[in-house]
């Protein structure tokens, strides 16, 4: 069974700096089924990068995904103030079949 | 525009049965897989259920194995949860979230609102 880990739980940054938020998994992991997500208070999840490093429709450019085997980032360039939110990794494993979501981490101002 | 609209959720006892339903539209259901997604109060997500494009392919989380039942009805444009013997820990927003496309579908690509679903005596 694939676990997947996140640091730092907490992240503590300002407007216009820059955030990484770690993703790994327990082994190595398909790049093509990992994604993020950024959920914001009393909303659903949304999608922002998908097969490790493409951005979803609509995603800003300072959102980067990076990453390999059994390490993954996601990068913020320049934290804008709507980026304050909890993100979160997800893989699919073939074995046993289904969805695995990483525990968070969240973004404070 | 990609919409899910979910709705069911409520207050049931311990023991009880609900059913979840999501409405799809702003696309063609029968291309795509849907799941459900639950977030206990204060907590992360955890993936309960996934059910095919065509509804032959089901796969269900180690929690709800044997208790939830995922389907879909194709000329309601909807996915349902059909769940049982609820237990207090399944208090939780539940949301229902589209899969992808193409060579990386495995995502969850558009999400519903959520229901409120709250299992106390």
């Known amino acids: 069974e694939i676990i997947l880990t996140q640091s730092p739980g907490t992240l503590s940054l300002s407007p216009g700096e820059r955030a990484t938020v770690s993703c790994r998994a327990s082994?190595?992991?398909?790049?093509?089924?990992l994604a993020w997500y950024q959920q914001k208070p009393g909303q659903a999840p949304r999608l922002l990068i998908y097969?490790?490093?493409n951005r979803a429709t609509g995603i800003p450019h300072r959102f980067i995904g990076s990453g390999s085997g059994t390490d993954f980032t996601l990068t913020i360039s320049r934290l804008e103030p709507e980026d304050f939110a909890v993100y979160y990794c997800?893989?699919?494993?073939?074995?046993?079949?289904?969805?695995?979501f990483g525990p968070g981490t969240r973004l404070d101002v | 525009q990609v919409q899910l609209i979910v709705s069911g959720g409520g207050l049931v006892k311990p023991g009880g049965s609900l059913r979840l339903s999501c409405a799809a539209s702003?696309?063609?259901?029968?291309?795509?897989?849907l799941s459900w997604i639950r977030q206990a109060p204060g907590k992360g997500l955890e993936w309960l259920s996934h059910?095919?494009?065509?509804?032959?392919?089901?796969y269900n989380g180690d929690s709800v194995e044997g208790r939830f039942t995922i389907s879909r009805d194709t000329a309601e444009s909807t996915v349902y949860l059909q769940m049982n013997s609820l237990r207090v820990e399944d208090t939780a927003v539940y949301y229902c979230?589209?899969?992808?496309?193409?060579?990386?579908?495995?995502?969850?690509?558009?999400w519903g609102q959520g229901t409120l679903v709250a299992v106390s005596s």
């Open positions: 097969g490790a490093s």
């Open positions: 702003g696309f063609t259901f029968t291309d795509y897989s």
């Open positions: 082994q190595s992991v398909s790049t093509k089924f």
């Open positions: 979230a589209r899969g992808g496309s193409g060579s990386y579908y495995r995502r969850f690509e558009f």
């Open positions: 997800q893989q699919f494993t073939d074995s046993p079949p289904g969805f695995i």
């Open positions: 059910i095919g494009p065509s509804g032959n392919s089901i």
